[in-house]
């Protein structure tokens, strides 16, 4: 059984989708709703360029690349080799030939060279920064017993460090977008006011939790913000 929740298809039957053609041919892929959600929040466009900068295994690049059109170009980066050769496999199955991918550890800025430099930076930067995964508790039970409270104080450290360098990769009046599959305020609002509070040329434009056990997805979290100079 196939039901449409615009712009995806939830897909119910016997079988898993990696079984299906459609999925071997490169012309689905598997995304919770709730990750969709934060793909939607960069409102990626065609001719744009664009920065996944903790990009994992690809699932939001993939997602952005496709919204682009395949015009433009989406620079993937994560700190694992290792996701980063998924990624490349799932863009090359899915004909995504703007897609670059490279490594990044989240010290300084990469060199994205002259195509980035010469536009003033890019026009879209998505954070979706390491996180407890509290909003993946519902599929990951086991999660809980992984993690503690006083862990919540260094994520933030972590989530604050990759936001202010990330975004300063974003030109004039271009959007970053933080995200994290988490519900905690501390991973969230709280890194979004003190990002906001050290750096006064950004605006923030909207902030929302997605997703929940009602809608059978996670919980992720996005905030979208302007570069206004």
């Known amino acids: 059984m196939v039901e449409e929740r615009s712009p995806a298809l939830a897909v119910v039957g016997p079988k898993g989708i990696y079984e299906l053609a459609c999925h071997r041919d490169g012309l689905v892929d598997i995304q919770d709703l709730a990750s969709q959600q934060i793909g939607l929040a960069v ?3 065609p001719g744009q360029t664009v920065w996944d900068c903790c990009a994992g295994a690809g699932g939001k690049s993939l997602q952005l690349a496709a919204a682009m059109q395949g015009k433009g170009a989406v620079h993937a980066t994560d700190l694992y080799e290792n996701k980063l050769k998924d990624l490349r496999r799932r863009a090359r199955r899915a004909g995504w030939a703007n897609l670059r991918a490279g490594l990044w550890d989240g010290d300084r800025l990469p060199d994205f060279g ?6 003033g930076g890019f026009d879209r930067v998505l954070v979706d920064a390491p996180c407890s995964g509290s909003g993946t508790w519902r599929r990951h039970p086991d999660g809980r017993l992984r993690f503690a409270p006083d862990q919540l104080p260094d994520l933030a450290a972590v989530q604050q460090s990759l936001l202010v360098t990330a975004a300063e990769a974003v030109r004039p009046g271009g959007l970053v977008v933080y995200a994290t599959c988490s519900w905690f305020r501390a991973e969230n609002e709280d890194v ?9 040329e950004f605006a923030l434009r909207a902030q929302q939790l997605h997703g929940n056990p009602a809608e059978d997805a996670d919980t992720t979290f996005t905030a979208v913000l302007e570069r206004m100079g």
């Open 192 to 200: 979004v006011a003190a990002f906001l509070a050290a750096r006064p």
């Open 114 to 119: 002259p195509e980035v430099l010469g536009r």
């Open 43 to 45: 409102d990626a466009r």
